[in-house]
Structure formats: structure tokens, C-alpha cells
Nanobody
Framework: QVQLVESGGGLVQPGGSLRLSCAAS????????MGWYRQALGKQRELVAL???????NYADSMKGRFSIFRDIAKNTVYLQMNSLKPEDTAVYYC?????????WGQGTQVTVSS
């Protein structure tokens, strides 16, 4: 069983930055991959970024250059640094991890980009 807890969401103005955190209940080395997804109101959940246990990363095209996924293995935490935020980035952001072919999701954290 893996528990994932997100934090760091909130209200930010367009052009601003936020850093989301996803804390895992165990070693993140055993969770592969870990990633961030988001779901805007009335839309399907979509991939934001992934990181593998080797440290390789992958981003959705619309996030490349603005978002960065990275991890702190000692803290069992994966982060999502979001810069140059736009109103269309408004969504609930979810952390997901896969271990032994089972997907685990966090409860989500709301990000609202508005002036």
C-alpha cells in the first residue's frame, strides 16, 4: 500500500509560480514512475509530468519549459515546480505513483491562477 499526500496548491496570479509537493508513505525508489496529473473543471484528467526511479523525466507539451518535476529521495517526496502560470493551468493537481503494477493516487490539491 502506498499513500500519497499532495500539498502546496493555492491561488496565484498569472505569471506567478507555485511548488507542489507529493509525500509518499515509503521509499519513492520502489514507486516507478511517479507523476503529476491535473483535472480542470469539466475536463478529463491529463498528464502533466512524470519521473522514473532512474530520474528520467517526461512532460506534456504544454508544460515544457514552464514546469519542472524533481524529487528528494531522502524525503520520499516528488515536487512540481510551476512557473509562468496561466489561467488555463487552473485545475486540481494529483500525484500518482505506480508500484508493482498498481496505481496509487493522492487526494489532489487545487491550483487557481487568477488575477
Amino acid at each position: 500500500q502506498v499513500q500519497l499526500v499532495e500539498s502546496g496548491g493555492g491561488l496565484v496570479q498569472p505569471g506567478g509560480s507555485l511548488r507542489l509537493s507529493c509525500a509518499a508513505s515509503g521509499s519513492i525508489i520502489s514507486i516507478n514512475p511517479m507523476g503529476w496529473y491535473r483535472q480542470a473543471l469539466g475536463k478529463q484528467r491529463e498528464l502533466v509530468a512524470l519521473i522514473t526511479n532512474s530520474g528520467s523525466t517526461n512532460y506534456a507539451d504544454s508544460m515544457k519549459g514552464r514546469f519542472s518535476i524533481f524529487r528528494d529521495i531522502a524525503k520520499n517526496t516528488v515536487y512540481l515546480q510551476m512557473n509562468s502560470l496561466k489561467p488555463e493551468d487552473t485545475a486540481v493537481y494529483y500525484c500518482k505513483g505506480t508500484r508493482r503494477f498498481i496505481d496509487y493516487w493522492g487526494q489532489g490539491t487545487q491550483v487557481t491562477v487568477s488575477s
